[in-house]
């Protein structure tokens, strides 16, 4: 096991109204969607953070090979299902990708870019730039796994992204494929953008 994926789905779907990670997306729910799109991009393992809607999360990701981690503040800042996704990682994992449950055009290929340029390059993190915004996926080696368990607030470490924005690789995708989903508005706009879109390939890592 080289690289690892943490899978933040703790939160409580407030905005919603209902558990958003088993919104149909594409015939699957939407945790399970990201999860084998993860799998299917490359990585060894999946992390899966739960929380609010534990029992559901885990009914919706039977017979996916992933483990399940339980954070311990699901409603409290990222940081806390950050963490103990870290912690959870086996000391062989030298890489993890950290991924949001809600972001549906985030696509294998993707995944599979996002690993090819961490391997390509010896950069402590390689980021997923949409435009001028900096967002998941993102890949941390080891090397930065401390600083992350000693940052804490929202963001999947964006403390420590622009620590090493100069350091960093980055591979950029369409400012489009950046939506997550929130509301119902927005659940009815991804439905709807991924009915008619071709798959995010963005332009040449840098």
Not at 6 to 25: F, H, P, Q, W, Y
Not at 77 to 94: I, K, Q, R
Not at 153 to 180: F, I, N, Q, S
């Amino acid at each position: 096991m080289t690289t690892a994926a943490i899978v933040l789905a703790a939160g409580a779907s407030t905005r919603m109204g209902r558990n958003k990670l088993l919104l149909d997306i594409e015939g699957r729910p939407m945790v399970r969607r990201a999860v084998e799109h993860l799998l299917e991009g490359g990585v060894d393992a999946v992390f899966v953070i739960t929380g609010s809607f534990r029992d559901d999360v885990v009914a919706a990701l039977r017979g996916v090979p992933v483990r399940f981690v339980e954070s311990p503040d699901p409603t409290g800042p990222t940081s806390a299902s950050l963490h103990a996704g870290l912690s959870a990682l086996p000391a062989e994992v030298d890489r993890a990708v950290v991924m949001l449950a809600d972001m549906p055009h985030i696509t294998a290929p993707m995944i599979r870019t996002l690993l090819d340029r961490a391997t390509s390059g010896l950069e402590p993190l390689v980021v997923s730039r949409y435009g001028d915004v900096l967002a998941p996926p993102l890949l941390f080696r080891r090397a930065l796994f401390a600083e992350l368990l000693a940052w804490h607030g929202e963001g999947c470490g964006k403390a420590v992204v622009r620590r090493h924005a100069d350091e960093a690789a980055y591979v950029d995708w369409p400012e489009t494929a950046l939506a997550d989903v929130d509301t119902p508005a927005d659940y009815a706009a991804a439905i709807s953008a991924l009915r008619g879109a071709a798959p995010s390939r963005g332009s040449e890592p840098k």
